[in-house]
C-alpha cells in the first residue's frame, strides 16, 4: 500500500533504526526494490530525484528536461510504483528527491508521489522558509508529506551542485520546523553528494543530535533527513575497474557511521550512488562474459558508450538506448532481457544489504499504513 512519509518515519524514530530511502530510475529498478522489501519484509521507501521525472519522460539528456517532461515522467513512476504497491502488504512511500521548484512538486504529486521534497536550501533562508511553506500548504491539503532542506551539502546529484558545505544551524532548524511545518528536514552534519565524499569522512553526530532534543523540547514532531549517504562500497568500484571502468577517488560514508546517526536522530538515509555502481558492475561484467550479446545492435549501443566513457557510473547516460524498457517495462529481445536481469540484480544486492545493515527488515507489520485521505484529515485537524 502506498502511504505518506511520516507513517513510515514514526516507526524508525520509535524504534531507532535506518530508514533506507533509495534512488528509482527506471520500471525494473522499481520492481526490484519493491520485491526486495517485501522478501525482507521491510518498509519501502522509493525515490524519484527532480530529473528522474524527466528522464522518465522520455528525454534522455535529462538535464535539459521540461516541466512537461517531469509531469509525463512523474505519472509514469507513480502508475508503475502504484501498479506493484497495489500487490503487497508492505508500506511504500513514493519520495520526489529535491525537488526545486513549486511546479516540479506538483508535477509529483500530481503524478502520484505521496511525498515530495522541495529543496530551498540554496535560497536567502526567508525565501527557503517561504517556498517550503507553500509546498506544505498545497501537499498537506491531498495528504502528502513533505521535506525541506537547511544547510548546504558539498558534492555533486543531478541538478544539485556546491564546492562547500554549510552545517545547519539546530535552533534555525527549530525555527523552520515551526514556520514551515514540513514533516522532516534535511540536515548538513557532514555528509556529501555524489561518489566521491572524500576519504576518512566523518559525520557530527552532534548536529542531529542538538536539533532533535530541540525539537523534543519544543514538542516539535518532525524528521531528520541525512541526504549525500551512499556508502560506496569498495569491493564494487574495484570490480568495476577490473572489469575495464576508470571509477576515481570513489569513497562513501561508512555503514557504522549512518548506523550510529539512525541512534542519534536521524530517520531517513538517502542511498543512490550504490545502485549507480553496482550496476554499472553488473552491465559491465555481463557484457564481458556474454560478448555475443553485442551481435544485438541495441546491446552493442550500450557497450560502445561504456568503452568510450571508462569513468560512466550513472546508468542513465549508457542504458538510454532501451529507453522504452526503462520506461515501461517492454522487452524487446532476450538480450534486453538478460540486461534487465543484470540491473535486477544489482538493485536487490544493494537495497537488500542495507536494509539488513540499517535494521529495517521485519519493521513492515510495525507500520500504521494510513491512506491520503486519511492524511489530509490528519493534518486538516492537527494543532
Known amino acids: 500500500m502506498l502511504v505518506n512519509l511520516r507513517d513510515i518515519l514514526s516507526v524508525a524514530d520509535k524504534y ?9 530510475n527506471s520500471v525494473t529498478q522499481i520492481k526490484a526494490a519493491i520485491e526486495i522489501h517485501e522478501e525482507l519484509r521491510s518498509p519501502a521507501l522509493l525515490q524519484g530525484a527532480n530529473l528522474a521525472n ?42 520526489l528527491d529535491h525537488g526545486n521548484d513549486f511546479e516540479a512538486c506538483v508535477a509529483a504529486i500530481d503524478g502520484g508521489y505521496t511525498s515530495v521534497m522541495i529543496d530551498g536550501s540554496h535560497l536567502p533562508y526567508d525565501e527557503n522558509v517561504e ?23 558539498a558534492g555533486v546529484e543531478d541538478d544539485v551542485f556546491s564546492e562547500t558545505s554549510t ?44 536539533i532533535k532534543e530541540c525539537m523534543l523540547h519544543e514538542k516539535i514532531d518532525g524528521f531528520l533527513v541525512s541526504h549525500g549517504s551512499s556508502t560506496v562500497p569498495q ?33 531517513k538515509i538517502n542511498v543512490d550512488t550504490d545502485i549507480r555502481l553496482a550496476t554499472t558492475r553488473n552491465v559491465r561484467e555481463l557484457l564481458q562474459k556474454m560478448p555475443c550479446l ?49 540491473v535486477e540484480l544489482a538493485v536487490k544486492e544493494v537495497v537488500g544489504t542495507l536494509i539488513i545493515q540499517f535494521g529495517s527488515f521485519g519493521k513492515a507489520t510495525l507500520v500504521q ?8 484529515e490528519y493534518y486538516k485537524n492537527r494543532v
Do not use: W
Request: glycine share 8%; proline share 3%.
Open 16 to 24: 531507532k533504526y535506518a530508514q533506507g530511502a533509495f534512488n528509482i
Open 54 to 95: 524527466g528522464f522518465m519522460g522520455g528525454r534522455i539528456d535529462f538535464q535539459n528536461c521540461t516541466i512537461e517532461e517531469k509531469r509525463i515522467g512523474a505519472k509514469n513512476i507513480g502508475d508503475v510504483v502504484r501498479r506493484y504497491a497495489d500487490k503487497t502488504d508492505i508500506p511504500i512511500v513514493l519520495h
Open 131 to 153: 517556498l517550503t511553506r507553500e509546498v506544505v500548504k498545497y501537499a498537506h491539503a491531498r495528504g502528502v508529506s513533505v521535506e525541506g532542506e537547511l544547510g548546504i551539502l
Open 167 to 210: 552545517y545547519t544551524h539546530p535552533m534555525q532548524a527549530i525555527d523552520f520546523f515551526k514556520k514551515t511545518e514540513v514533516d522532516a528536514l534535511a540536515i548538513s552534519y557532514g555528509t556529501m553528494h555524489g561518489p566521491n565524499k572524500g576519504k576518512n569522512a566523518k559525520i557530527r553526530k552532534e548536529i542531529p543530535i542538538a
Open 235 to 267: 569491493y564494487i568500484v574495484e570490480e568495476i575497474n577490473h572489469l575495464g571502468g576508470n571509477i576515481t577517488d570513489a569513497s562513501g560514508i561508512s555503514v557504522s557511521q549512518l548506523i550510529e546517526a539512525s541512534k542519534n536522530g536521524i530517520n
Open 294 to 342: 553485442k551481435n544485438n545492435g541495441i546491446i552493442k549501443q550500450i557497450d560502445d558508450i561504456l568503452q568510450s566513457n571508462l569513468s560512466v557510473s550513472d546508468p542513465r547516460l549508457y542504458l538510454y538506448p532501451i529507453m522504452d524498457t526503462l520506461m515501461y517495462g517492454n522487452i524487446p529481445s532476450e538480450e534486453v532481457q538478460m540486461i534487465i536481469r543484470a
Open 369 to 376: 499504513q494510513r491512506t491520503l485521505d486519511e492524511m489530509a
